[in-house]
C-alpha cells in the first residue's frame, strides 16, 4: 500500500502498527522514531522497522504516511519539527485520544502541499512501550477518522484503506463530535477508575490489605483503567477539558440522585436503573465489542 511509512513514537500504539504493517505487508520499508535512545534501541531490538532514528525529521523524509503516536501534549512540538522535511503528498496523521486539540495543534505547523487527517484508533490497553504492542490490538475494533472541509478525499480513502488493513473499522466524525464521544465512553470511565481507586488508596479504617485481598469483588475492574499511562492520562485531562468537565457534572448529578434514592430507600429508582444499566451491557456484547462470557472471559481461580 505505501513505499515507506514513518512512525512517530513507537510505545504500545506505534508498536502496534509496526507489527501490523509488518504482518499484512502495508509497506516495505517503516521508519521508527522516539525521543528517548532506550525505547529506539528496544524498538530496533524486537525489528519494529526498516530504519530507525532519533530525528523525527530524518524518519519522515521519503514517507508516503507518517503516523504520530505520542502523547497529545506533544503532537503540535512533533509536527513543528517535522514539517519542513515532509515528503509534498505525504499523508500525516496521528493516534491520539483527543481530536479538536490535535487539529489545533497540528495542522497550523504543516505544510500545505501534505495530507493532514487526524484519527483516533478505539483500541488500547493499559500497557505502555515497545514491548506492549501486539498486531492484533485494532482488529473489530473501530477507528475514527476526522476529515475537515479541506481534506482531500482520495487521501481519506488511503487512510482508510489502511486501517482497514490493519483490521479496523473506519469511521469518520467531526472531531469536536469525537471529543464528546469519547469523554462520554473512555474519558469519564478513566477519571472514575482514578477516583476509586485513590479513595481506595486513602481510606484509613480499611487497611490497603483488605483491599488488595478482596479486590476480586469488582474493586480490580477499575484498577485495570487506573494502572494506564499517567502522562498519556493527563494529556488527554488538559486537551478535552471541556467535555470531560460537561460529561464529570452530569455524573456529578447522576451519582447524587442514586445517593438520594439510596438514602430514601427508593428501592424501586434503584431497580429500575440497574435494569437499565444491564442491557446496555448486553447491546455491547451484541455489537462485538466484548466476549459474552462471564467475568470479561477470565479463567476461573481460587479468590
Ligand atoms: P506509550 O506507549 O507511552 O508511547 C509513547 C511514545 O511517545 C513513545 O515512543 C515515547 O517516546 C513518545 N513520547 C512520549 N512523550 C513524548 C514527547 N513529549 N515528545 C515526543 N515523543 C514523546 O503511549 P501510547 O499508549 O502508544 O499512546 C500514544 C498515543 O496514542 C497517545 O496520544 C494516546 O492518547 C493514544 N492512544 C492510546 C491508547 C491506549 O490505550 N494507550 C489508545 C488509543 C490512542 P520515548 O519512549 O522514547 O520517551
Request: hydrophobic share 40%; charged share 25%.
Amino acid at each position: 500500500m505505501f513505499d515507506r511509512i514513518a512512525l512517530i513514537g513507537i510505545g504500545l500504539i506505534g508498536s502496534s502498527l509496526a507489527r501490523v504493517i509488518e504482518r499484512e505487508k502495508i509497506a516495505a520499508n517503516v521508519a521508527v522514531s522516539t525521543r528517548s535512545e532506550k525505547t529506539l534501541k528496544r524498538a530496533e531490538e524486537l525489528r519494529l522497522g526498516t530504519h530507525y532514528t532519533m530525528d523525527a525529521a530524518e524518519a519522515v523524509k521519503d514517507a508516503d504516511l507518517v503516523i504520530i503516536s505520542v502523547p497529545v501534549g506533544a503532537s503540535g512540538a512533533v509536527a513543528a519539527q517535522i514539517a519542513s522535511s515532509l515528503k509534498p503528498g505525504a499523508i500525516v496523521t496521528d493516534v491520539g485520544s483527543t481530536k479538536a486539540s490535535v487539529i489545533r495543534q497540528m495542522k497550523p505547523e504543516l505544510p500545505s502541499n501534505v495530507h493532514f487527517i487526524a484519527g483516533h484508533p478505539v483500541a488500547g490497553t493499559e500497557y505502555s512501550g515497545p514491548d506492549a504492542g501486539f498486531a492484533s490490538l485494532f482488529e473489530g475494533r473501530w477507528c475514527i477518522l476526522t476529515p475537515d472541509e479541506d481534506t482531500n478525499p482520495e487521501a481519506l480513502q488511503k487512510l482508510s484503506a489502511f486501517w482497514t488493513a490493519c483490521g479496523s473499522d473506519v469511521q469518520t466524525m467531526d472531531a469536536v463530535h469525537h471529543d464528546q464521544v469519547l469523554a462520554l465512553v473512555s474519558h469519564l470511565p478513566q477519571l472514575i477508575s482514578y477516583n476509586i481507586v485513590g479513595t481506595a488508596s486513602d481510606f484509613e479504617t480499611v487497611s490497603q490489605a483488605d483491599v488488595i485481598k478482596y479486590s476480586a469483588s469488582g474493586f480490580r475492574d477499575f484498577t485495570r483503567l487506573a494502572a494506564s499511562d499517567p502522562t498519556m492520562w493527563r494529556d488527554v485531562c488538559l486537551h478535552n477539558k471541556d467535555a470531560i468537565l460537561e460529561m464529570l457534572a452530569r455524573f456529578s448529578e447522576d451519582l447524587s440522585s442514586m445517593r438520594a434514592s439510596i438514602r430514601r430507600g427508593d428501592g424501586d429508582a434503584l431497580f429500575e436503573l440497574f435494569t437499565k444499566t444491564r442491557s446496555i451491557r448486553r447491546s455491547i456484547i451484541e455489537a462485538g465489542q466484548d466476549v459474552d462470557t462471564p467475568n470479561f472471559g477470565r479463567t476461573p481461580h481460587k479468590d
